[in-house]
């Protein structure tokens, strides 16, 4: 199992961003799939997710109605659409892929990683 995230990069807030995780080495859609973030001197804090099990994605309260996660299986890849972003999401994004996750998704308790993308919202 690997998985490579990319696309994060320095945004003006208000702006937008789209990291993409490329996964081989399994079948995405046998797999819950999530975005991690980690801000300097803070705790790793779950994003968004889906479950393999029901296909529903989740997102933490903090950036709900602004990010977007999404697969594309045929391509074993997963995107995090992030748009109005604000200084505060500033991190570390980390991808992280698991085949028997139980509970909730957005806890950080995956078996595969891949590594981080910074993401900076500055003006």
């Known amino acids: 199992v690997q998985l490579q995230a990319s696309g994060g990069g320095l945004v003006q807030p208000g702006g937008s961003l789209r990291l993409a995780c490329a996964t081989s080495g399994f079948a995405l859609d046998d797999y819950t799939i999530g975005w991690f973030r980690q801000a300097p001197g803070k705790e790793r804090e779950g994003v968004s997710c889906i479950t393999s099990s029901d296909g529903i994605s989740r997102y933490a309260d903090s950036v709900k109605g602004r990010f977007t996660i999404s697969r594309d299986n045929a391509n074993a890849t997963f995107y995090l659409q992030m748009n109005s972003l604000k200084p505060g999401d500033t991190a570390v994004y980390s991808c992280?892929?698991?085949?028997?996750?139980?509970?909730?998704?957005?806890?950080?308790?995956?078996?595969?990683w891949g590594q981080g993308t910074q993401v900076t919202v500055s003006s």
């Open positions: 992280a892929a698991d085949a028997l996750l139980r509970g909730n998704c957005l806890d950080p308790f995956y078996d595969d």
